[in-house]
């Protein structure tokens, strides 16, 4: 299938051309005396699918309301393409909203839902019908152009949802949580089907979701939210192996978080010392001091298991290998997940692929030895 693309500039940042997609200056939301919004600043690219990620009550789905223009801006400025839009209303904004639950018009066809938007807006019928066409073959749903709502699947439902939102030609699509009322299998297959979706439109997509794995599969770039505020801006790869704090390694995925002290800083690089006495050569954000103290994130799969004296498959970073007992072991199917006690009372999780550990036979109650992967340990400073 042709892709479309604007011409107003390059995936993931914009054109060096032309401004940003969207640009957020010290934004600023506040329901009397209660702060939504602390200070967001952000820039996002124009063609560029990007995320907004955090648990609920964050403030991402008020940061993707104001975006549309159903909440106003207590401070600071939103901008599109370099324009403000702060006191244009909704229906003159040059974005779509496709929200959690669809509100189809159930008395409506398939084609009359997504040729909706473009009657309203005007548009000449043989342009509207064949708009409404093309959409709907985008979504893989030229077939179903005369059922109505309710003799489509949710996932269907769903593709007409977006054809709908994307009919118009909005610069930007915002789309808050629209795949959580899905089952689990049909979520996992519309990730894949959504982040195509929008590579083929070529518009900017700003998706709002709490769910991790949403995030990091269809996302190029993501923002983590907390109590208002914006935590890290990244890369999927970014966010998950370089957390900037205890909040984004522990939100992110699954990780293992140990207390430590920082003894020494040489070349970007430090070694910290756990409560147990064990040492661990990390990498940091910054610049940290000597005698600082934070913990250090180590993702499970990072790690390798070996009966103490015995040989591990990955490679060791710096630093002492961390001894300990098994206390239990859940096997996943690919991969076997170990829960260790180590040596001085702290617990750390392992995981590690079932075709090359098979044999190493060590179960509950067994001593064993982890070495962690070199460049797996983060420093996250108080």
Request: with cysteine.
């Amino acid at each position: 299938m042709k892709r479309e693309r604007d011409p107003r500039g390059a995936r993931a940042g914009g054109s060096a051309a032309g401004p940003p997609a969207i640009e957020l200056r010290g934004v600023v939301k506040r329901y009397g005396s209660v702060t939504a919004i602390r200070e967001a600043s952000l820039e996002i690219g124009d063609n560029e699918f990007f995320t907004l990620l955090g648990p609920s009550g964050c403030g991402k789905t008020t940061l993707l309301r104001m975006i549309a223009g159903f909440e106003d801006v207590t401070e600071g400025a939103i901008f599109l393409y370099g324009e403000e839009i702060e006191g244009l209303p909704p229906n003159r904004r040059p974005v779509n909203t496709v929200f959690q639950q669809y509100a189809l018009f159930p008395h409506m066809t398939v084609a009359e839902n997504v040729a909706f938007g473009m009657q309203r807006l005007k548009r000449p019928a043989a342009e509207t019908e064949a708009r409404t066409r093309r959409m709907l073959d985008m979504v893989e749903l030229g077939g179903f152009s005369e059922r109505k709502p309710h003799q489509l699947s949710g996932g269907q439902q769903q593709r007409v949802a977006l054809a709908r939102a994307m009919a118009p030609g909005p610069k930007v699509l915002l789309l808050d949580e629209p795949l959580s009322a899905l089952d689990l299998k049909l979520r996992q297959a519309m990730r894949v089907e959504l982040k195509q979706l929008q590579e083929e439109a070529g518009i900017t997509f700003v998706f709002v979701t709490h769910d991790q794995e949403e995030a990091l599969t269809m996302s190029d770039r993501i923002t983590v939210m907390s109590a208002g505020g914006i935590q890290q801006v990244g890369t999927p790869h970014e966010i998950y192996e370089k957390p900037h704090n205890r909040f984004v390694a522990d939100f992110i995925g699954e990780t293992n978080l140990l207390d430590v002290t920082v003894e020494g800083v040489s070349g970007g690089r430090c070694l910290c010392r756990l409560a147990n006495g064990a040492r661990l050569e990390c990498d940091a954000p910054g610049t940290p001091r000597q005698g600082a103290t934070g913990c250090v994130s180590i993702r499970p799969e990072r790690l390798s298991i070996a009966t103490p004296g015995g040989s591990s498959l990955a490679k060791p970073g710096g630093g002492d290998s961390l001894t300990g007992v098994i206390h239990r072991t859940v096997y996943l199917g690919t991969d076997t997940q170990y829960l260790v006690g180590l040596d001085g009372g702290s617990g750390i999780t392992v995981r590690t692929r079932n075709a090359d550990h098979a044999a190493l036979g060590l179960g509950p109650g067994d001593r064993a030895a982890l070495d962690v992967d070199e460049g797996a340990a983060r420093l996250l400073v108080d």
